[in-house]
């Protein structure tokens, strides 16, 4: 036998087996963003009690296209129930996301029961490889 019959035996084989399991492939993660937990806690400076309906979202999302919004990847949402910061949030996220060319970027927000925007983070915060973040907010009262 020669090297093409043994290729084309080989590549033939691996072909019905694949078939035979009808097994896909697993799809690779994009780079930086591997399936996992995000832990961390949400704070601000100010000495401002939060209001005992506060309400905390934090998220995950594709940061990488200007001129859209954002979208989400993964968010969290906490009812505080009377508690103060630092609130600690742990979060999932996924490994399936189709965009080999994203940027992922943790943002957070406190809100009144009634809505209103009370804290919200002002920087870019980088989704991080060691699965651990703090975020500090800024008073968006002001």
Known sequence: MDFRTITGALALTLAATACANDVAPEPLPAPGLVAGRL???????????????????????????????????????????GRQVPIAFELAYPADHPSAHAEYAVSARIEGGDGRLLFITDTRNPLPQNGRIDLWLVNAQR
């Open 39 to 81: 832990a961390g806690t949400v704070s601000y400076r100010e000495r401002i009690a939060l209001p005992a309906d506060a309400v905390v979202k934090v998220q995950i999302a594709d940061v990488a296209r200007q001129d859209v919004p954002a979208r989400t990847i993964a968010e969290t949402r906490i009812e505080t129930e």
